[in-house]
């Protein structure tokens, strides 16, 4: 079992940057795959970024593709989402996500055993 913990959210200008990070327990974290997904209000939690065991493979909404960059750091249990050219429409709450057993589709909330509490990312215009 493994608890995830999202940190670095919070207000920020259209255009500016954010970076959020996932904090991973447990000793087996290079075992997971990892997610990141987003729900506005009144909207369906959506697919962000996907990141392999290794990082060998990396996949982005087309929304963020070119803005937003996934990373993990297996040594420190971490993985990372670094927003850049932030616009209004990625207001959401942020949560990363853990998929223990792979041959899930990677897009969809099901594919994934653990989740994080979320973290509120607001970007005014």
């Known amino acids: 079992q493994v608890q995830l913990v999202e940190s670095g959210g919070g207000l920020v200008q259209a255009g500016g940057s954010l970076r959020l990070s996932c904090a991973a327990s447990?000793?087996?974290?290079?075992?997971?795959?990892m997610g990141w997904f987003r729900q506005a209000p009144g909207k369906e939690r959506e697919f962000v970024s996907y990141?392999?065991?290794?990082?060998?493979?990396?996949y982005y909404a087309d929304s963020v593709k070119g803005r937003f960059t996934i990373s993990r750091d297996n040594a420190k249990n971490m993985v990372y989402l670094q927003m850049n050219s932030l616009k209004p429409e990625d207001t959401a709450v942020y949560y990363c996500a853990a998929d223990s057993h792979a041959g899930g589709n990677v897009y969809y909330t099901t594919a994934y055993d653990y989740w994080g509490q979320g973290i509120q990312v607001t970007v005014s215009s």
């Open positions: 990141i392999s065991r290794s990082a060998g493979n990396t």
């Open positions: 447990g000793r087996t974290f290079s075992s997971y795959s």
